[in-house]
């Protein structure tokens, strides 16, 4: 049974990692190949135990071994990838609103922020709270992201500088000057997509494929025909100059 528990765990842990790397098409870091390989294996064995039990093929007696080793190295790699988001935590010295008010940094914004939120959640409420709970609010969010305390800080100071008061009505200081900046950033940089050269065919095909996975995800805001009919336009435009 503890196997067969470990086992579901990982798969799901696995799935967890192949749907993140599919969404936000991140690259991965040497612990996560790690994880997903021990992963990918302790699944494979997982079967084996099921073809075994319903006697489709023999016990092979490499597996038992094999079994206990996966037992000591999932914890492992598990601890691997926790242990330093709960060190970083515990050694996290608390923000201050003085701090959050000087050297903004809009690409902590982007890559923090808008990793998980679309920029109207992440800016929602702006202008109308004091900088001491823009903190209470994001740092939480910082030590499960495992977002460095210097990031937090840029992106908390990139939305609150021009108007660190609690009455303010302008619109947000993170200023969506193109439609990559608004729809795009949030799960890819711009670099990436600016050095990327296709044609207006191309283009339309990877934004409805992006579309597409924006309406299938709960998690995602749903880009709508509009949007996708300025980022082309937008593209098309850098293309030609």
């Known amino acids: 049974m503890l196997g067969r528990g470990i086992g579901l765990l990982t798969a799901m842990l696995l799935f967890a990692m192949v749907s993140r790397a599919a969404i936000y ?7 996560i190949w790690i994880h997903m390989m021990v992963g990918g294996i302790a699944i494979s064995l997982l079967f084996m135990k099921f073809l075994v039990a319903w006697k489709q093929i023999p016990f092979p007696r490499w597996l038992r071994p094999i079994g206990f080793l996966l037992l000591l190295l999932l914890p492992l790699t598990a601890l691997g990838k926790s242990l330093p988001v709960a060190l970083a935590w515990m050694e996290w010295k608390p923000l201050t609103p003085e701090e959050i008010l000087r050297d903004p940094d809009p690409s902590a914004f982007d890559k923090g922020c808008c990793r998980c939120h679309s920029r109207e959640t992440a800016t929602e409420g702006y202008g109308q709270r004091p900088p001491a709970r823009w903190i209470e609010i994001v740092q939480p969010m910082a030590w499960a992201g495992g977002l460095p305390r210097e990031n937090c800080r840029g992106a908390l100071a990139s939305l609150l500088i021009p108007f660190p008061g609690t009455l303010a009505t302008a619109t947000t200081s993170i200023a969506v000057s193109d439609p990559i900046s608004h729809y795009c950033v949030a799960c890819h940089s711009q670099n990436r997509i600016f050095q990327t050269k296709r044609t207006k065919d191309e283009w339309r095909k990877i934004t409805a494929r992006m579309q597409k996975l924006t309406r299938e995800n ?4 749903p880009l709508s025909d509009e949007a996708i009919s300025e980022v082309i336009s937008f593209l098309e435009k850098q293309e030609n100059q």
Not at 218 to 221: D, G, L, N, P, V
């Open 25 to 31: 098409q991140e690259a991965f870091s040497v612990s």
């Open 218 to 221: 709960a998690a995602m805001e």
